[in-house]
């Protein structure tokens, strides 16, 4: 069970859970199990892109530290500019994600409000434990499944993507192993693997009122 930091002003009486996975491995479908379960998801990745047109202050830091080139003359975000940018220069990615990571832990917190009578809640992110946001969870789920199938997936889903391009997405994430040994419970999402039994066990767990007094 991961600790929580009561210091943190994300600290919540509502049970937090989070869903992880490297690229292809299927944390999404898992995650629409949850909220067919009627568990509200966050999907930190998804808000993040949102953050990166309507934050503001996001906006402003991006200028700063990216250029005036970050963005279109109509507000919407240069993804491809940003992505030549930080791909390929990792002291960028690092400082992209330093300035992100922030601004989406605000945006949880304040969603977090609106769920509070929610038996727990998910927040679902792939970079749970390179973020450190695991540190604010109760626990983590890692979603799982064999790298070929990872690839070949996410070559189906993102047309723009070659195998080339997802393998070395896969070399720069945290590797399978390093992510299932600092995970508490692990989905298995592979071929021959059936998900939705493996979420209702752990949605049983997860409901039940002294997991959160764990």
Known sequence: MLTKDKNN????PVVKIGVTGGIGAGKSVVCRVFAALGIPVYDADTQAKRLL???PALVRQLKAHFGEASYAADGTLNRVYLANEVFKDEEKLVLLN???HPRVAVDFNKWL???EEAPYVIKEA????EAGSYKNLNAVVAV???EELRVRRTIIRDEHRNRQQVEEIIRKQLSEEERLSRADYKITNGD???VVPQ???LHKQFSQPSFAAR
């Open 9 to 12: 002003p994300s600290h919540s």
């Open 126 to 129: 792939a970079l749970i434990f």
């Open 98 to 100: 330093s300035l992100v």
């Open 53 to 55: 047109t309507e934050d």
């Open 144 to 146: 799982s499944a064999p």
């Open 192 to 194: 021959k693997s059936l």
């Open 199 to 201: 979420v209702l066990r």
């Open 113 to 115: 409000q609106r769920h």
